[in-house]
């Protein structure tokens, strides 16, 4: 992992084009902003991970649907 320490209004560069911005820091909150282009998506990782658990749910459940599908088509 790498560490970097920023101060307000200082930035990190990420590959050519995503820029992280520190807009504030108050008591054990910062504040960033993040700059990238629109086709990437942006999450908070507990938001990021209750996205995968739930695709993962779903990819669960169709394949389910699909094989009692399959079956019934078998018994016609």
Partial sequence: M???TRKTNQ????G???ELTILS???DQVKLGI??????D??????YLAIQEEN??????S?????KLSEGVKGI
């Fill in 2 to 4: 790498l560490v970097l």
């Fill in 11 to 14: 930035s990190i560069q990420i």
């Fill in 16 to 18: 050519d084009n995503i």
């Fill in 25 to 27: 820091i108050e008591g």
């Fill in 35 to 40: 700059n990238a282009p629109k086709n990437i």
């Fill in 42 to 47: 942006i999450h908070r990782k507990e938001i």
């Fill in 56 to 61: 993962s749910q779903a990819a669960v459940a």
């Fill in 63 to 67: 394949m389910d649907l699909l094989k």
